[in-house]
């Protein structure tokens, strides 16, 4: 891959990335780490990209795959660092109900996190999500479902009803 | 503010920093030199390996032939071991064929084996094999004016010298029962005879 290409992706593309990776690994390092790997493999990849959107599908699978594989490791979920600030770390958001949805989304499971993730930020359609995450529509509509119910038990009148 | 607008509004806190980034931007300088490292490494493994099947073919053909591939061909010049660097085949001004031997990376050190097999010494004085093979020693001897072929250590004496003014000399003899043909050429001091039996 070209340089030009590449530093252009990663201006594009890094912060998306670094969301998908934090919302699955719970140390900021690690999510760090899972966005350089993704990045590492889209400048050795022979992958030849139609446009913009087929690299950022194909980043996020990356990622979420190579979030997956460090984050569900015996020793990522059994080990527990000495620094506190090595946790997860705080965001100033501006309101309560952010830092109400922020809990509530990262103390979901793994599996629903991507997906609410993929729907309500990066704002791709059911289809999209399946085909990104090889997965069955329905599966994908499952979860959708399953993760807004979990949300709305703990957020209460801060999340709305959706069908 | 719908669900969609909360969400990003929360998650668009999440921003990864601008160090890491810039780590990011520069990992592919380092992954070009790795990869340049890499490809180096590569070429010499690939070569050491071809040395390494060279040396072990080498080997076997040493240990069942005796001889080993690549061989030092040396020629013994006046009783001098000397290495032969390389050997070109040309042709003289006749048009005969020849083979021109360097010898220890020297040009103006060669010697020659014309294509009849006669060996030429490293001074260009022939000693013909057919001579040898005759066992007919000759040589040239100036007595006064004349100038005389002498074979079998002066047993026959051919007086060559109206013939050899031109610097070339021909003839034949008789020797043990066979016909020989002589010829001789260069000067008396420097010249060539070549004996054959017809």
Known sequence: ME?????KAVDTHANTLYRIARTYCRHHADA???????FMKLYETDTEFQDDEHMKKWLIRVTANEAKNLCSSFWQKNVVPLDASGTDQPYDFPCPENSDLYDAVMKLPNKYKMVIHLYYYEEYSVKEIAEILQRKETTIQTQLMRARRQLKIKLKEAWQDEQ | MNNK????????????????IR????????????????TGFRAAIAAACLV????????????????????????Y?????????????????????????????KKEKSAGISTAGDVLNPDHVETPDSAKSENIPARLEKEGRKIYLLMEEGE????????????????????????????VSGTVEEH???????
């Open chain 1, 3 to 7: 340089q030009s290409v590449y530093i």
């Open chain 1, 32 to 38: 760090e780490d899972v966005v350089q790997t993704a």
């Open chain 2, 5 to 20: 607008q909360l969400y990003k509004e929360t998650f668009d806190a999440m921003q990864m920093s601008e160090e890491s």
């Open chain 2, 23 to 38: 780590k990011v931007k520069n990992m592919s300088e380092k992954m070009n030199q790795k990869r340049r490292l890499k």
């Open chain 2, 52 to 75: 390494a099947v060279f040396a072990i073919g080498n080997a076997a053909v040493y240990a069942s032939t005796g001889s080993s591939l690549v061989e030092r061909v040396s020629l």
């Open chain 2, 77 to 105: 010049i006046n009783g001098e071991k000397t290495d032969v660097d390389r050997i070109t085949r040309e042709k003289d001004k006749n048009g005969n064929d020849y083979y021109k031997i360097e010898l220890d990376g």
């Open chain 2, 156 to 183: 026959k004496k051919i007086d060559i010298t109206k013939d050899f003014e031109d610097g070339r000399a021909e003839g034949e003899f008789q020797h043990s029962g066979k016909t020989c043909r002589y010829i």
């Open chain 2, 192 to 198: 060539t005879i070549d004996i054959e039996a017809e």
